[in-house]
């Protein structure tokens, strides 16, 4: 696909310097978000010291933890075939891999987690899967990620050598009630959404209408993603084994982290590491700068230095070391397959706004609509758009043939 998307009679009609207002306000509070957490995370720290302890890790150990932080990519691959068997049970676990890492490698290098519409635009790319049903996919693991993420989180707290209950302590288990409490809500509505999908998607437009114009749009795409390809989750052997899936990234994940600890010479616990996983892993749901930079290194300063008594300087050298080791990686190989694939930069730009126009053409809400939505304007002041063309992944329910699979091309030439 090398033409330019925009071109194409379907392609989104909403002008580009609005869409790239509500794109780039929320970009600015990220970066903020990001500054403000950098500054509190790095404002107490020896930076000799913390350049000491970098260079005391253990190779060794260190470049083992820098091989299981990726390895969880290629779990994340193979989870996905469950959750795409119901639209695409051919799925080759190549190219699941490779749209993997190019949707990871967006989220650290692009603002506002563009990567995850890079993600379900590049499967789409490389197999025959509607665009709005891989979108979907995601939509389901990210609420697979967090049930097992909260779930790990208690349970780490009951193991033993959880350290005890001070007023840190009291924060965290009164945060982490919350967020438990916030998904079981989340699950008992979607529930409802899928019984009722028509009136929850008229129910959603409306209280969107209530928010700030950048959290419209994402809430209202989600949800109605989820409820166009809601199908998958009628199927408990798929979602059994996915949940399987899971369970295992997520122990491998805690495992790197247990591994960081030894490489910076840290005595911690398995249970420190099943913790600190969780809290990072919520931490960077925060809306922030590329990569996540800010949450991550404040969340382990918060849990290595105020509740298992690590000295500020050796948490953050642990941190950012571990960061590093895990960001380049997977931004390099999510880089290799987007050249691959020849995935151009405006259709990373545009890659959101697609999936947009896909979602609202596969559950009927008028394009239009929504583009005011976002621009605050009457919904009544824009006609409805055209249909893409036959094989354009704008088209959620198209599917791309089989000669658009630039990746097995490219494999097929060597």
Aim: proline letters at 7%.
């Amino acid at each position: 696909m090398s033409a330019d998307p925009s071109k194409h009679p379907g392609a989104p009609a909403e002008p580009a310097n609005r869409r790239n207002g509500c794109l780039g306000s929320r970009s600015l509070v990220g970066f903020a978000i990001s500054a403000i957490l950098l500054y509190f995370a790095f404002r107490t720290i020896d930076f000799r010291e913390a350049g000491r302890r970098i260079l005391e890790a253990d190779p060794v150990l260190y470049v083992l933890a820098a091989v299981l932080a990726p390895a969880v990519f290629w779990i994340r691959a193979w989870r996905w075939k469950s959750i795409l068997e119901p639209v695409a049970p051919g799925s080759t676990f190549r190219n699941r891999f490779a749209a993997t890492t190019i949707g990871f490698m967006g989220n650290n290098l692009l603002p506002m987690r563009i990567g995850e519409f890079m993600r379900a635009y590049a499967l789409a790319r490389v197999e025959p899967v509607p665009i709005v049903s891989a979108f979907t996919s995601l939509v389901i693991e990210r609420l697979l990620d967090a049930v097992f993420i909260v779930s790990f989180l208690f349970i780490s707290m009951a193991l033993p050598g959880f350290p005890g209950f001070g007023v840190e302590g009291t924060i965290y288990t009164t945060a982490a009630r919350g967020v438990a409490v916030f998904i079981v809500i989340a699950f008992v509505l979607l529930g409802g959404f899928v019984i009722w999908r028509e009136p929850a998607a008229r129910s959603t437009e409306a209280v969107a209408r209530r928010l700030p114009r950048g959290f419209r749009r994402p809430l209202v795409d989600s949800l109605e993603a989820f409820l166009a390809g809601a199908g998958m989750l009628r199927r408990p052997r798929l979602i059994s084994r996915a949940a399987f899936w899971t369970v295992v990234l997520w122990f491998v994940n805690a495992a790197s982290f247990w591994v960081a600890f030894r490489a910076f010479d840290m005595r911690l616990s398995f249970t420190a590491a099943l913790f600190f996983q969780s809290v990072i892993a919520l931490a960077v749901s925060v809306p922030s700068a590329p990569g996540f930079f800010g949450p991550f290194e404040l969340a382990a300063k918060l849990v290595l230095a105020d509740m298992w008594g690590m000295d500020p300087s050796h948490a953050i050298a642990m941190a950012g070391g571990f960061h590093i080791a895990g960001f380049i990686p997977v931004t390099l190989i999510g880089i290799h397959y987007a050249r691959r694939i020849h995935l151009s930069l405006r259709e990373v730009k545009l890659s959101e706004q697609t999936i947009e126009a896909a979602v609202e053409r596969t559950t009927g809400v008028d394009p239009a609509r929504r583009s005011a939505t976002c621009a605050g304007h009457d919904p009544r002041a824009r006609p409805r758009q055209a249909a893409p063309p036959p094989g354009d992944p704008r088209a959620g329910g198209e599917r791309l043939p089989p000669a658009g699979n630039a990746l097995l091309r490219a494999r097929a030439r060597g």
